[in-house]
């Protein structure tokens, strides 16, 4: 039988809800009829007021304060919680103190002056004595903060920080977040008016600064700052800060660079020269420079081990490491470092060093760093630093299949961007044409022929693999636009070298044809441009017909018919240079300079009445 009460059992006499579940009750109770409703409101309506609402606390406060009477304070913790939000512990509502003011102060639209601001952070941090500066700079949050005021503060409230932190600058310097302060304090204390020469005062007061945040980066604090992941972008900032000293910068790097010994018998050498001079100097004994390469070569696997490739102050000791360092030497660094041989791109210096490992790296290094450069060659190709590692990378790595899946791969992409770029277009034109000293510097050929004695097939091999898949994008490339450029400062030497290497009368026709166009308008165009007629002068050496595949057609299809206005223009020059191509070109222009030799004069005349340069067009005249 089912129990009373349960789902299916009897109700009793006058148990009438008692089966039921509480929600249920719940909606009965809550439910009421119409009539029961209004009879209700009219009771209230008419009772002596037992009815009406109770009045909010809200209304009472305010009826309480109309009447004179204090009302009760409420606690904000517990309206807090009524309200559904957490209650903040005393740490968070320290940090909200702070931290709201700090909002203001990095706000651009704030109201109060910044002076102000900073005055009333510091005044708060100054009161909490359980807790240094420093080490509030050690956190996120402490050290936005105190640059904030380093930065939007007065020079006064800039000594004083820079006066509180000075003890604790080595300790700062090797904290996650303190690194940043200290070269904020760094920036901000040797900063002067941009706008006018600062005063004796002011230049005092920087080197006073200056002063007082190098002292404390000496001796043992100075090795353990640097050999530090933070510690050494701190002593990197200090040693390319343009506020910093030249001397000062050579003391820092030489503290590191020259061991102690040498340094007590030369005082005079940690000041004196630079690092690289210093290893070269005359005066240098033997056993001394042996003593600093050692020292040097312990610095580097140091900095290595610490994984202190990407500061360019570590650059500096490679660079100088690698210039004195044998085969065998320089085999164990590479070893050690091709790991990280790209962050080495990032500096002159870095690329020097870098340029040494890559002749001695393995095959496999050398296909690790190339895959490390994916999708970077065309850039570090138009870089003014590492253009010459991309020369190197040409002329020591033997697998050629692997270089024209990478970089040829990504040059060929931009080729139209790199025939044109100032750097670009010297390491194209190196492997259509090394070594040409019309084309490149002594420091560009130096670099290329440093010692390669890990490469072992022969240059000219290497050289032709890879120009079966570089050629044919640079013609497409300077076909596009030959006479533009013929025309640019960059690409002509590109130009020279392609005609050079080989000799294509594909190319030179497209030449001649926009030279033809471009010599029928209004003063023979660009034609009459200084550099355009250079490049002709150039290439109408480079034919291997003396004359007759360029020269020859340039005078009967360019010039011949505008032979008044090139005699007059700088295109006189080209006329010159063809007098000397050949006797039948020679024959043919005189006869023309003869027939229209009063032409030419008259238009000589009033060039020169109009004050232009007519030195080729009287040198024409008189070779008649």
Sequence with gaps: MAKKGGPHGKRSKGATGRGKSSRVKQKNKGSQSKKGKQRNAVKSAKGSGKGKSKATKGERDVKAEQRGVKRKAVDEQQEEQKQGKKALTPKKKRKLEVTKLYG????????????????????????????????????????????????????????????HFKESLPKMAQDRYGHQVVLK??????????????????????????????DQFTGKNLHATFYHRFGCKVINGIYFSTAVRAADKRRILHSIAIPQAVALLRPELPSSKPLRQLLHAEDLTEQHRKDIAQHLEEAVEKAVEKELLGYDIVHLLFQAVCEVASDSQLTQLAEQCM???????????????????LGVANAKQRKAFCKDLKGKFAPLAMNSVDYVVMIRLATTVDDTVMLSKTMIAEWIKD??????????????????????????????????????????????TRRQELLRHLKPAICSALLKAPLKAA????????????????????????????????????????????????????????DPDKGKRLAQPLWERCLQSQLVKASTSRCSFLLLAMLKSGDDLKR?????????????????????????????????????
């Design 415 to 460: 080729m139209a961007d790199l025939c044109f770029d100032k750097y670009a277009h010297k390491v194209l034109a190196w492997i259509l044409q090394p070594n040409d000293k019309h084309l490149f510097s002594p420091y560009e050929c130096q670099c290329a022929a440093l010692p390669s004695p890990t490469s072992l097939k022969a240059a000219e």
């Design 487 to 542: 025309g640019d400062r960059y690409a002509k030497d590109l130009l020279a070298a392609y005609l050079a290497a080989d000799w294509d009368q594909k190319l030179v026709e497209a030449l001649l044809a926009s030279a033809q166009k471009e010599a029928a308008g209004e003063d023979l165009g660009s034609m009459n441009d200084g550099t355009v007629v250079n490049t002709f002068l150039v290439l109408m050496k480079l």
């Design 104 to 163: 203001e102060l990095i706000n651009p639209g704030r109201t109060r002056n910044a002076e102000v601001i900073v005055n009333d952070i510091l005044e708060i941090l100054r009161k909490r004595t359980s807790n240094k500066l420093a080490d509030y700079c050690s956190t996120n949050v402490g050290a936005r903060v105190i640059e904030a005021c380093l930065k939007w503060g007065s020079k006064p409230q800039r000594r004083e920080l820079l006066s």
């Design 588 to 624: 043919s222009i005189l006869t023309a300079v003869r027939a229209k030799k009063e032409a030419i004069e008259k238009a000589v005349s009033s060039a020169e009445a109009s004050g232009l340069q007519v030195a080729g067009a009287r040198k024409l005249l008189a070779e008649v």
């Design 185 to 214: 304090l760094l920036l901000y204390s040797s900063k002067t008016s941009t706008s006018r020469k600062p005063t004796e005062e002011e230049r005092k007061a920087q080197l006073k600064n200056l002063r007082e945040i190098l």
């Design 339 to 357: 790991d990280g041989a790209a962050y080495l791109l990032s500096s002159k210096p870095g690329a020097e060093a870098l340029l040494r490992l």
